[in-house]
């Protein structure tokens, strides 16, 4: 099956740039979600189809698929950022979809 | 405004049966299709089910393939899941969700419901 490696956590102090990666076997050839999820809510989509926002999601959040690693990109990270980050992708050889681990993002 | 509202969530025995509904509401529910995604506490997401507009495709995780039956009434503007032999760790937050894209790699779930809780327990 077809697995998606995140780092556990992450921590910047406000202002910096919060870089948050997925792992895949491959993932370039695939389709990449994002999700933002705060505690005791349900997750909002951040980015998709690799680089694409949503409306109403700030520019600050974009994203980017290369080689064996997906990103998303938080700019000017804001305490508002505080939450959990899950990529999402398609794994065609099984008819499933698959999320990474999640990032937990702490802004010191 | 669209709005996906989770119900029939608990607590069950291990064995037992539950059906949890979503009430759509603000977009046209028979055109898109749904996934079900659930969390057990402290971890992470975990898809459940697909349903596509029609009802026609279906998919399930293989945790509970054989189990689970996933449904939808176009006429309630609702989705179901039910579930059978459950087990401890069924236990989650159960998430509808509307599901959008053209081919499966770029079907992404653009609107989340509140979820509601399934505890398995004796």
């Known amino acids: 099956s077809y697995v998606l490696t995140q780092p556990p956590s992450l921590s910047m102090a406000p202002g910096q740039t919060a870089m948050i990666t997925c792992g895949g076997n491959?993932?370039?050839?695939?389709?990449v979600h994002w999700y933002q999820q705060k505690p005791g809510q349900a997750p909002v989509l951040v980015v998709h189809?690799?680089?694409d926002r949503p409306s109403g999601i700030p520019e600050r959040f974009s994203g980017s698929n290369s080689g064996d690693t997906a990103t998303l990109t938080i700019s000017r990270v804001e305490a508002g950022d505080e939450a959990d980050y899950y990529c999402q992708v398609w794994d065609s050889s099984r008819d499933h979809w698959v999320f990474g681990g999640g990032t937990k993002v702490t802004v010191l | 405004e669209v709005q996906l509202v989770e119900s029939g969530g608990g607590l069950v025995q291990p064995g037992g049966s539950l059906r949890l509904s979503c009430a759509a509401a603000?977009?046209?529910?028979?055109?898109?299709?749904m996934n079900w995604v659930r969390q057990a506490p402290g971890k992470g997401l975990e898809w459940v089910s697909y349903i596509s507009s029609s009802g026609s495709t279906i998919f399930y995780a293989d945790s509970v393939k054989g189990r689970f039956t996933i449904s939808r009434d176009a006429a309630k503007n609702s989705l179901f899941l039910l579930m059978n032999s459950l087990r401890d760790e069924d236990t989650a937050v159960y998430y509808c969700?509307?599901?959008?894209?053209?081919?499966?790699?770029?079907?992404?779930?653009?609107?989340w419901g509140q979820g509601t809780l399934v505890s398995v327990s004796s």
């Open positions: 969700a509307r599901t959008t894209g053209y081919s499966f790699d770029q079907k992404k779930n653009d609107f």
């Open positions: 491959n993932i370039a050839v695939k389709t």
């Open positions: 603000g977009f046209a529910f028979s055109n898109y299709e």
């Open positions: 189809d690799d680089s």
